[in-house]
């Protein structure tokens, strides 16, 4: 075959595999097409009836045979040139009973065999040999040559055999139509290697246009001297292209035939750009992507590479597009092969689209070498579906005029590719079953790229300008909007060639029947239009005035932008009554304007408008309903148009309801209903309750306080009760809950208090304010009548008549209630007899002077108990005490301290002594306990002590080992601290304390400290927190004083520095860790001051940790104090009365240099409504909180835990603490000067201040300062 392009008619292999598979060897000049439909013709039939041949054309010939019967997996040809030199030899293998060979070489003997498959097996079924003039001894009659005479008899010659190929299609007895059909069956190029010196040979070579010509030439005498024509060598590899499977696929064996072919050029004089697109996802892998880089240096070798012939870019794509290089890049061809051999494999997927706009964006650019009026084309070659949407990608490409021809290889959707390629699909759409034959397309695609770059050359040197008939009068060129905005734009435009006087602009919108014109100076080429329309679409004429003529226009339209619109426009609620709204200012705009309306439903109400000045783009909307939903639409106002409106919609917020609600008070007719605030400033409220199922609903309000007592209720029912905050636009959303009233209450201690004659006294307390009356029955246990009473309700005692002596009776007593109710009955057994005694004698309230004795007395009428006492020592004295019968304790005074004391009590009657119980006690000893040093430096002391019930006094004592100095001092028995001061530097003292009770005085507790050396520049005395206070020293529950650190394991002391008072260093994962139940046993009171003074280091890990933390048994935080060095933020969390823990969060800049690495002292105010931080003893801000709940007393409190960490010995932070209370009031941080903190010492009490304030300090009337922390050393967990 010819070098000259395939004829545009002939489809592309991809198009037609289903319907007639092709394959040319193009060396053999033969084609075997495997046909996947029947065509019949005349027919010649050899001896064996196996093998039929049919003419098609002058070189060509259908086979068909006879298929095999039984199971049969498919047919193998085998077509051979017979020589004796080396020819290549071509398999192919078919599922159908028939091919075609095209391009036979009349000279040449050629063995045809056909084969079936089966499995690995092979069988040969029929085979021939044949030439076309006769040579050869097995040619089968001569069927070629008679075959191809009949043809030329039929046909005539083969050009108007070509005229006849429309329409011929359909199957049945070949005709001359159907014949020419098979011609138009496409023809696939396979790419030819080529020796060296052939690819040497370019398109500008000497030879080149004498070869073309030639080939011109050549063409026409082809059609008549065929038989003259040598066929060429070639190089080809084959494999099965049939997609016609119906099983497995048949394998087939490649065939490689040597061949000194000449490579194809395109001697094309026209300039294209080429974008290669490569899928280079994860399916193609690197193995297919070798053949994939040979596939392309085959396609691009053809053509000229250079700035003013072809250009050829190349992206790779999978997840993400990548430029390997733009069309500017290579000005050679030996360039463009280099990068074509060497560019990398990418992996990943196939996102086809995403790649199509990277090439439209960014390869088909003139930046990246893309050139004006220069066709430009885009291969695609693909082994699979895009993931996203290629197709759209595809049409943005086709409408900016590129040509798309799509390659598909193995696994690619067909479909997708016709739709993604340019129109004509036959030409642009290709398809291949696996990699290996995608070199097989090279010389066609490449043919084919050639032409259409010749094509559109041609077509470009054909077109001829029109004569302008005002080339006298020339008109302006190349108009360029510019400077566009809503309200103008500027125009540009390039002169003619002949500078007309003026220029005529005159435009006017497309609605606007009133043109408007403007004048220019016909030297300018710009002019600036103002007053426009916004967003308005205009016509415009730009006439060239010249002396005596005017030239035509340059016309075109334009579009004014929007007017501007207020930018990122944010609603958010202000308060129940108002939003704020803030925007972005708009350029230009001379004032705003907001609708807002309320939403009913999702539609907006009746719409209240308001204007702003042009530089307010931060107002607030009041007037507004609460908790309603608005729509605000802003406008910015320009003179008196609008622009585009923007909308937003946002909700008030809700009347502050209140926050929480409990009964601290229930009994079987009241309720005390409290709650908690939602705003300082609400008015008013209004409380309903009722049963639950909804029946009597009531109604009250109150005004200046948070509680309410409700009253008249029933027992035993359950009341859902709500209260809402009351204002002026409204009331709140309610807060409600349920609480059920108690049972009736029945009177209590039922007893007897008289008996005379026949009549008994009975007495009782009370069962409540509401009782109606009571009922009393009684009853003889030996037998008798019934008899009951009934009193008033406002009675403590009643008469029992009737009753007589030495009998036991039975008396109840129950309660009757307005609402019907009536108590459980209460009863007493009464004895007339004599001679029973008390039991159960117990002592209690052991005071140093004191005891009190109680008993259960017998169930008789007893007229009084004698009591006798005396204490277990060898010369003590019996005393005695006679209590009324009625009554069943009595204290015993006057007694010594620490002494034991036996007591005997006996039951006096009427007419005799009855029965008695002793028991024995120990009245409590004078001697104070846990003594324990509470401050201490170079020349003070103090101490403090647990204090003592019914003392009346101290004596405290201090004396110096070294010198023998004492010094003393009585202190009231409220105190429970001491300090001395005046003291030797470097001393040890010891220090006694004694307590008092009267004259006598208890044993002494005395203790052993020394003072600390003398500073060189004495620092002020901290303040000790307020002695009228209850409070706990968190240092030493943890061991963290100077007696007591050395026991701690991880901890260090460090020396004074600023202060007097020492730092403990803890380090790293140390974990101070103690027991709840030994620090706080009672839990904290609702209301108290967290004290701390500390600082970081830089061993401090950058993570939240906290400073000290309470956790439950299952080390999960229930309160306490946390740091986050990385959001520079202070965290307070706690336990609230609901059970849930709240967190409140400080990030002010007095908390961020907490981190800068100096001593802070903070301060945590906590109250029942809100938690105060100061830092520095300075008030840094406020929080609202809920009330505090029930803290667990069985977990643990620890130091320094890394938030993140849960349970002992899981880490803990390195810092410093200096001083830890919590102080049991929030007025300690008003009182504190925080001269214990090196930037705030200059403003503290002087140490002789301290020492006029001492006497004040220990002798205050209030409640002592207790530090419940045990002495016991902190555990490492």
């Not at 499995?119 to 070629?144: N, P």
């Not at 409380?687 to 609903?697: A, E, K, L, Q």
């Not at 009228?1028 to 260090?1052: C, I, K, W």
């Amino acid at each position: 075959m010819s070098s000259e392009r395939t004829p545009a008619s002939l489809m592309p292999i991809c198009c037609r595999f289903h319907h007639f598979p092709v394959l040319l060897l193009h060396g053999l000049g033969a084609i075997l097409l495997l046909l996947a439909f029947g065509v019949h013709g005349q027919v010649s039939l050899d001896d064996a009836g196996r093998l039929k041949l049919t003419v098609l054309s002058e070189d060509r010939l259908q086979m068909k045979w006879k298929e095999a019967e039984g199971p049969v997996q498919g047919y193998k040809v085998r077509v051979r040139p017979i020589s004796d030199e080396p020819q290549p030899e071509l398999m192919l293998t078919t599922t159908r009973g028939r091919a075609t060979v095209a391009g036979l070489d009349s000279q040449q003997e050629y063995s045809l065999q056909i084969l079936t498959i089966n499995g690995t097996q092979e069988r040969l079924i029929a085979k021939r040999r044949f030439t076309s003039k006769g040579l050869g001894t097995q040619r089968e009659d001569g069927v070629v040559d008679s075959l191809r005479e009949d043809w030329r008899n039929r046909s005539g010659s083969r050009e108007k055999q070509k005229k006849a190929v429309s329409g011929a299609v359909g199957s049945g007895d070949i005709k001359e139509s159907s014949t020419e059909a098979l011609l138009a069956v496409p023809t696939v190029m396979y790419q030819e290697s080529t020796t060296a010196d052939e690819s040497n040979r370019g398109e500008g070579g000497p030879t080149g246009k004498k070869k073309k010509n030639k080939k011109k030439k050549d063409r026409s005498k082809a059609n008549k001297e065929k038989d003259n024509q040598k066929p060429a060598n070639g190089r080809m590899e084959h494999e099965n292209l049939s997609r016609d499977k119906p099983g497995k696929a048949i394998p087939t064996e490649a065939v490689t035939v040597s061949t000194a072919r000449k490579v194809f050029e395109c001697d094309s004089s026209g300039a294209a750009d080429i974008v290669l697109v490569v899928d280079g996802s994860w399916s193609i892998g690197r193995t297919n992507f070798k053949r994939v880089r040979d596939f392309l240096e085959g396609l691009v070798t053809p053509f000229t590479i250079g700035s003013s012939r072809v250009q050829i870019a190349l992206t790779q794509y999978s997840g993400d597009p990548r430029t390997e290089w733009q069309l500017n890049n290579f000005t050679s061809r030996q360039q463009l092969l280099e990068a074509v051999r060497n560019f990398r494999y990418k992996g990943g997927n196939t996102f086809t689209g995403q790649a199509l706009i990277h090439v439209l964006e960014e390869n088909l650019k003139e930046p990246a070498g893309a050139r004006p009026n220069t066709p430009s084309f885009l291969i695609l070659l693909t082994d699979g579906k895009s993931q996203d949407d290629a197709i759209a990608a595809a049409n943005r490409l086709k409408k900016a005029g590129v040509e798309i021809i799509a390659v598909g290889v193995k696994n690619a959707d067909e479909a997708e590719l016709r739709q993604v390629a340019s129109e004509p699909l036959e030409l642009n759409v290709y398809n291949v079953n696996d990699f290996p034959l995608l070199s097989k397309l090279v010389p066609r695609l490449a043919r084919i790229l050639c032409g259409k770059i010749e094509d559109r050359s041609k077509a470009k040197r054909m077109e001829r300008p029109t004569e302008d008939p005002a080339m006298s009068y020339p008109s302006p060129t190349d108009l360029v909007l510019s400077e566009l905005a809503s309200r103008e734009v500027r125009l540009s435009w390039t002169a003619p060639s002949r500078s007309p006087k003026q220029y005529r602009v005159v435009f006017h919108s497309m609605e606007g029947q009133n043109p408007q014109e403007v004048v220019v100076n016909g030297k300018e080429s710009s002019v600036l239009l103002k007053g426009l329309s916004s967003q308005t679409q205009y016509h415009l004429s730009i006439f060239p005035v010249y002396e005596n003529n005017v030239g035509p226009a340059l016309r075109g339209t334009f579009a004014t932008l929007p007017l501007e619109t207020p930018q990122a426009l944010v609603v958010t609620p202000a308060s129940p009554g108002s939003l704020r709204v803030r925007w972005g200012a708009a350029a230009g705009a001379t004032e705003y304007m907001v609708l807002y309306s309320a939403l009913s439903h999702g539609e907006p109400e009746d719409a209240k408008e308001v204007k702003f000045g042009a530089d307010q783009t931060d107002v607030e909307l009041g007037g507004l309903m609460p908790l309603t939903d608005y729509s605000v639409t802003l406008y910015a106002l320009y003179d008196e148009d609008p622009s585009d409106p923007v909308t937003a919609v946002a909700t008030t917020f809700p009347l502050p309801a209140p926050l929480s609600l409990h009964f601290p008070l229930v009994t079987h007719s009241t309720v005390q209903v409290s709650w908690t605030p939602g705003s300082m400033d609400t008015p008013g409220y209004q409380i309903m309750y009722s049963t639950n199922h909804g029946s009597d609903v009531k109604q009250m309000e109150v005004s200046g306080a948070n509680s309410v007592l409700l009253q008249n209720l029933s027992s035993l029912s359950r009341y859902l009760v709500s209260v809402r905050s009351k204002y002026e636009q409204g009331l709140s959303v309610p807060i409600t809950a349920n609480v059920t009233t108690l049972k009736v209450p029945a009177p209590s201690n039922l007893r007897v208090t008289n008996f005379s004659g026949s009549d008994i006294t009975v007495r009782w307390d009370s069962a409540a304010d509401d009782v109606l009356s009571y009922l009393i029955k009684w009853i003889s246990l030996s037998g008798g009548e019934l008899r009951q009473l009934t009193v008033i309700g406002n009675s403590e005692d009643a008469i029992l008549e009737g009753v007589e002596d030495d009998k036991e009776y039975q008396i109840s007593m129950s309660a009757l209630y307005t609402d019907g109710a009536q108590s459980e009955a209460v009863a007493i057994r009464y004895s007339t007899l004599s001679g029973g005694g008390p039991s159960s004698v117990t002592i209690s309230e052991e005071t140093p002077n004191s005891l009190l004795l109680s008993w259960v007395p017998p169930n008789a009428h007893v007229l009084q108990y004698h009591v006798s006492y005396s204490a277990l020592t060898e010369d003590s004295q019996e005393q005695t005490v006679l209590v009324p019968g009625n009554e069943n304790h009595v204290r015993l005074q006057t007694l010594f301290p620490d002494t034991r004391y036996s007591v005997l009590v006996t039951a006096e009657y009427k007419n005799r002594e009855g029965g008695s119980a002793s028991a024995q006690g120990k009245t409590a000893s004078l001697r104070v306990s846990s003594v324990t040093v509470l401050r201490s430096d170079h020349s003070s002391l103090c101490v403090s002590w647990r204090p003592l019930l019914a003392v009346t006094e101290y004596r405290v004592v201090i004396q110096s080992l070294k010198d023998k100095q004492m010094k003393e001092q009585t202190v009231d028995a409220s105190s429970n601290s001491h300090c001395f001061f005046d003291l030797l530097p470097e001393a040890v003292y010891r220090v006694s304390v004694h307590s008092r009770l009267g004259p006598v005085e208890g044993a002494a507790v005395t203790i052993l400290h020394s003072t600390a050396s003398a500073p060189a520049k004495l620092s002020p005395q901290p303040r000790l927190p307020p002695t009228h206070n209850e409070g706990f020293d968190m240092m030493e529950a943890f061991g963290l004083t100077q007696r007591a650190h050395s026991s701690v394991e991880g901890v260090s002391i460090e020396p004074f520095i600023f202060s007097t008072l020492p730092s403990y260093t803890l380090f790293q994962d140390v974990q101070l860790t103690q027991s709840t139940r030994f620090i706080h046993p009672a839990g904290l009171s609702a209301e108290h001051i967290i004290s701390i003074a500390f600082r970081l280091l830089q061993d401090t890990p950058q993570e939240p940790f906290t400073l000290w933390q309470l956790t439950d048994i299952d080390f999960e935080p229930k309160m306490g104090v946390a740091l986050d060095p990385v959001k520079k933020q202070l965290l307070y969390f706690s336990l609230d009365y609901r059970g849930e823990v709240q967190e409140l969060m400080f990030d002010q800049p007095q908390v961020q240099r907490l981190f800068y690495g100096s001593f802070h002292k903070v301060h945590l105010s906590v109250s029942q409504v809100s938690v105060s931080l100061s830092v520095d003893c300075q008030h840094v801000g406020e929080r609202p909180a809920r009330p505090l709940g029930n803290l667990p007393t069985d977990g643990f409190e620890m130091l320094g835990k890394l938030l993140r960490t849960r349970g002992p010995r899981s880490g803990s932070a390195t810092f410093q603490l200096q001083s830890f209370e919590i102080v049991c009031n929030t007025t300690w941080v008003l009182e504190d000067t925080c001269c214990d903190i090196p930037a705030q010492a200059a403003g503290a009490l002087s140490i002789s201040e301290m020492k006029k304030a001492a006497p004040r300090l220990s002798t205050h009337a209030h409640a002592p300062l207790m530090f419940l922390a045990p002495l016991a050393q902190p555990v490492l967990q």
